[in-house]
């Protein structure tokens, strides 16, 4: 017997975490994780045939996080996911926090804009447009926190609290959608705040932290909200397959355990990245402003010299 469209099986054994990563590939995020991975790697090769260093750092932050989409997309997790409202909230909280956060510290865009050839004089080529986009009033307004952080927010009260979710689950195209767009919002809330990439919205460190941590007691509350009910909340996981042996409300609550637990593991993540970029920025700022010193240091010791001299030729 098929489930929401998706051709699964209703009678899933029940739920192991060796089963949960048994190989089940979703063709469509296996093809885009693979066509990130290989864009990734041309553009690192592009670089280091030129001479060129790109940190080995952020490379693997980029591979693990597309890593991190594969295992919960392309594993019978993914199954798993249609019917236990636990294992689908560990699929959103890897796709939305987890592989975000990994993705963006590899600085895709940068190396992006350094590997891709610039254009003739006139023309427009992929790296003319990226940059246009990057410099775009729309690019604007989905980095700004006035958007992200409010997006950020109804991704999970909006979704799961409305039967929006249940006719997204009941198609494979559907399916689809909701964790694109799952990705896609944590992209735009975690670039303005610990991105390594340049974008039109990059506020000092201290504001970063505060549009980190405003978001953050909602989602902690989504999930005590799932924890605390008294019945099952979401129509798609009411009457989960007997061959699972669980029970509704019993899988709610480990849910909203989960949605809690990721809304802390990410943001001290984030915090201890946030906090390095800091340190590396004010090194790199003292760094310039030493070697200015050093440029100029002769002629401010002359200058201060001949101040001296002035002194003490009004003196006499």
Known sequence: ???????????????????????????????????G??????????LVRRGDKWPVGRTVAFVTGVLSIMLVMCTQLNDYGMVMFSVHM?????????????ILLGAPITLALRALPTAGRGRKGPRELLLMFLHSHYMRIVTHPAFTIPLFIASLYGLYFTPLFDFLMGSKPGHIAMMVHFLAVGLVFFWPIMGVDPGPHRPGYLMRMLELFAGMPFHAFFGIALMMASEPMVETFKNPPASLGIEALSDQNAAGGIAWAFSEIPSVLVLVALLFQWYASDQRQARREDRAADRNGDKELEAYNAYLSSLHARGN
């Open 1 to 35: 017997m098929d489930h929401s469209g998706h051709g699964m099986t209703m009678d899933l054994p029940p739920f192991t975490l060796g089963r949960g990563l048994e190989w089940s590939a979703d063709p469509f995020f296996l093809i885009a994780c693979l066509a």
């Open 37 to 46: 991975l290989a864009l990734y790697g041309w553009g690192v090769v592009r």
């Open 90 to 102: 560990v699929q959103h909280m890897v796709i939305s926090m987890v592989s975000p956060i990994l």
